[in-house]
Structure formats: C-alpha cells, structure tokens
C-alpha cells in the first residue's frame, strides 16, 4: 500500500469516527439551561408578539406581524 493509499483511509476513518461518536453522545438540553446552543434561560419573560408565514402556490407570500 503506498502512503497515498494509507492518508485517504486515514482520512475516511478519522471521519467515519467523528460521524459515530456525534451520533452517539448525549445532547445538552438546551431548554433547561443556558449552554453553548446560545440560548439563555434566565432573561426573563419573551415578548407576546408572533411572526405568522402565509403562503399559497400562485400567490404572492405575506408574512404578518402581530405584537
């Protein structure tokens, strides 16, 4: 086997291994606790305003905000 041979399957398996081992690590709850995702719990009360989407096929789309 030349060394190119051996730096590609290197290479696949160094990936294939990082792909397993995100797939079987336990995620943060990001809901419970302020973490790396970017959220923060402890800020208080969210505005009571909401973005609606509206679209339909021939039509133009609308995007409502209600406050």
Aim: proline share 7%.
């Amino acid at each position: 086997m030349e060394w190119q041979q051996l730096a590609a399957l290197a290479i696949v398996g160094i990936a294939a291994f990082l792909l397993i081992r995100s797939r079987l690590r336990p995620r943060g709850d990001c809901l419970s606790k302020s973490g790396p995702c970017g959220c923060s719990a402890g800020t208080g009360p969210a505005p009571k305003g909401s973005i609606i989407f509206h679209a339909r096929k021939g039509r133009r789309p609308e995007i409502i905000v209600k406050m």
